[in-house]
């Protein structure tokens, strides 16, 4: 069970791919390492603009590690008979900031709901278990405001505590984008705060 005070989270290194074949359907299982909805669907978009002949895409993912969002989706297929056994195999592995898409080309014969259920289970196990699994920590990002005389002090500090930088944008000041765990976020704060012209934006979990 994922636990809201768990410092490392479970998810998926690289994408990768699985495939199943049930009475003529092929079903293609696609997992992806994913953080936010904006990634899921530009993942779906593309899977969709490359298999635009097939007949379903099917998906779950879920996302936030500190306070994980999951969805899934049967695209046409019987309710509950695509889309969620996807998830359970999500579930069953443990990761978090991943997609399964599987994608299903009809062959003909129809395999009915519990038939459905064991081909789109088996097709995002099938992905998951060709991916490779690797346990990060959570992260925590804070956004700051400077000045260009403290930028020195800044990437010193932020240099002594490997923190991420994830967006920069320079114009009358600087405003940086920083992500690092939640323990060595507090301590670099309180070395930021000393510095005459920082000011702390905001402070968020990110998805």
């Known amino acids: 069970m994922d636990s809201p005070n768990a410092q490392t989270y479970k998810t998926i290194a690289n994408p990768s791919v699985g495939l199943f074949k049930d009475k003529g ?5 696609f997992a992806f390492p994913v953080s936010t909805e904006e990634e899921v669907k530009m993942q779906l978009d593309d899977l969709r603009k490359k298999y635009h002949d097939a007949r379903h895409y099917c998906y779950a993912y879920r996302i936030n590690p500190r306070n994980i969002y999951e969805r899934a989706n049967d ?41 459905l259920i064991n081909a789109y289970k088996t097709a995002a196990r ?9 346990e990060q920590a ?43 765990t939640e323990n060595e976020l507090k301590l670099m704060q309180s070395q930021l705060a000393t510095l005459k012209t920082i000011t702390f934006i905001r402070t968020k979990t990110p998805l």
């Open 25 to 29: 359907s092929k079903f293609l299982a």
């Open 75 to 115: 695209d046409g297929e019987p309710r509950h008979s695509a889309g969620t056994p996807i998830l359970g195999q999500l579930l069953s592995v443990g990761v978090v900031n991943a997609l399964v898409v599987v994608v299903r080309y009809f062959g003909g014969t129809k395999l009915g709901v519990p038939g």
């Open 126 to 134: 099938m992905a998951l278990d060709a991916a490779e699994i690797v």
């Open 138 to 180: 959570i992260q925590e990002t804070v956004t700051i405001a400077f000045d260009y005389p403290d930028l020195n002090n800044v990437m010193r500090i932020v240099k002594a505590f490997n923190a991420n930088i994830e967006e920069q944008k320079l114009t009358t000041n600087i405003t940086m984008r920083l992500a690092l």
